[in-house]
């Protein structure tokens, strides 16, 4: 197992050959607002080096299995319509311009921060979105199954038994009713934190903090909140912390713990890479909902995986195990951490949509065209009219340069080789970590 660090996802250009894109343009003498960010195009923290990473992440090969209902049949006008009305808006591209039809509101901002991103990844790879007609639907809950006429519709989640094509979600861009920063600034601002408390100091537990009433799962999580279990749970009153704009709740400053638990939320919960780039060891309750790049993490090398059905215990196990191995732990904290800060920078995010859009855009069996009701999707159209921290987001995520550069190559489809080699790994370290379970339980017995 190496933690060697991903090398940095291009070369960077001399300040002078930069293509800026263009300051927003919104009138009346306002041009621009917001803190600027502090950043050049590419993660400030990635580490220097001449040579730049040619391939994608691992997790680019899922675009591949997300597509395969279609790679037959193609993609027609008449599926894409049928999908019409689960969406909440129909995304068109033609020659390089984007429109949007929106059907209905969604919660909070999540569509208007998602088309931000649409809108920055146009500007940031400019004429190489190709032409394409999807629908795009902002709720959590995955819904579409395998049919002879499967419809394609996108979202930011699914799980085993659907095939709904997923698709990063609007908090890369931030979330600013629960204020959490988008996640190139929360990143610098996280290892900044970090940095002031290695991992021996900090308190010997696992922790997680949450709203608990999405899911069974996150209530069940409450009954770990013991010193037995080594477990500090926290419970985050969802509505005083909406009253209070949630500016209690700064995740830079919840990295304190030696290990950090995820649990789904609804379905897929936002917060895992958050909890990943904490530099602690993550305990990821099993659960069958996957985003994006969820698929890329590996059991017992990014994280330690828990049985939901003995989750208490099974905490325990992992916090008495790595307090036993502070190697080993520290070796999984820098290969999770690794994985949120390198190959889910944002620089990986965009390519994960280019290249997800242009394999999809190459299975229509029809030229899209602009719908009569869509307007033309533009940064301006979002910022301008936005104020407070809406606005302010979206200038901290704002693309500043044209990309110089190619995107990451895209790694082939997985073969039914690998994929099994990767479940028989997999089997072997829950096989492993079962074991380590048993044996601490039976330590805690006598
Ligand atoms: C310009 O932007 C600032 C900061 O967002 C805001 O306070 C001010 O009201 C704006 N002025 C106009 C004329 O829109
Ligand atoms: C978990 O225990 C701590 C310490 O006793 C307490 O402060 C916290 O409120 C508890 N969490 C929940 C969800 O009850």
Redesign the pocket.
């Known amino acids: 197992m190496s933690s060697r660090r991903r090398p940095p996802h291009h070369v960077l250009s001399p300040e002078a050959d930069l293509v800026p894109i263009p300051a927003l343009a919104c009138g009346g003498g306002n041009t621009s607002s917001g803190t600027p960010p502090a950043d050049a195009p590419s993660s400030s923290s990635a580490p220097a080096a001449s040579e730049a990473n040619s391939e994608c992440p691992e997790y680019f090969r899922f675009i591949h299995s997300d597509l395969s209902p279609w790679r037959e049949t193609g993609i027609t006008l008449e599926a894409v319509e049928r999908a019409r009305a689960k969406a909440a808006f129909r995304l068109v591209v033609v020659d390089g311009r984007a429109y949007v039809e929106t059907y209905h509101r969604v919660f909070q901002t999540r569509d208007t921060f998602t088309q931000w991103g649409i809108a920055q990844l146009l500007a940031r790879y400019p004429g190489r979105v190709p032409d394409l007609d999807l629908m795009f639907n902002c709720e959590d809950m995955p819904e579409v199954r395998r049919t002879t006429t499967t419809m394609p519709l996108f979202r930011y989640c699914k799980d085993g038994d659907t095939v709904d094509i997923v698709f990063p979600d609007w908090s890369f861009w931030g979330w600013p009713e629960v204020n959490i920063r988008p996640w190139t600034p929360l990143l610098d601002e996280m290892a900044a934190n970090m940095a002031r408390l290695p991992w021996p100091r900090r308190e010997p537990y696992a922790y997680w903090k949450g709203n608990?009433g999405v899911s069974p799962e996150r209530r069940d999580l409450?009954r770990c909140?013991?010193t037995w279990f080594k477990a500090?749970?926290?419970?985050q009153n969802w509505g005083a912390a909406t009253r209070a704009g949630f500016t209690g709740s700064n995740l830079a400053e919840q990295c304190r713990y030696r290990y950090k638990i995820y649990v789904r939320g609804r379905s897929w919960s936002v917060s895992e890479k958050y909890i990943l780039a904490c530099d602690s060891p993550v305990l990821l309750v099993d659960t069958p909902f996957q985003d994006f790049f969820s698929r890329g993490l590996v059991a017992g090398k990014h994280y330690w995986p828990i049985d939901p059905k003995r989750k208490c215990h099974a905490i325990r196990a992992a916090v008495d195990w790595g307090n036993a191995h502070p190697d080993e732990a520290l070796q999984m904290a820098q290969q999770g951490s690794g994985f949120a800060r390198d190959d889910l920078s944002m620089d990986y995010v965009y390519d994960y949509m280019l290249h997800l859009l242009t394999q999809y855009a190459a299975l229509l069996r029809y030229k899209p065209t602009v719908p009569e009701k869509a307007v033309e999707l533009s940064a301006e159209a979002l910022a301008c009219p936005a104020q407070g921290r809406v606005r302010d987001f979206m200038m901290q995520s704002r693309e500043r340069f044209v990309a110089g550069y190619d995107p990451c190559v895209l790694p082939p489809p997985f073969t039914a080789d690998e994929l099994s080699q990767m479940a028989t790994r997999e089997q072997e370290v829950r096989a492993r970590v079962r074991k380590i379970t048993t044996m601490d339980d039976m330590d805690h017995h006598t």
């Open positions: 608990p409450l909140n013991k500090h749970v926290f419970a």
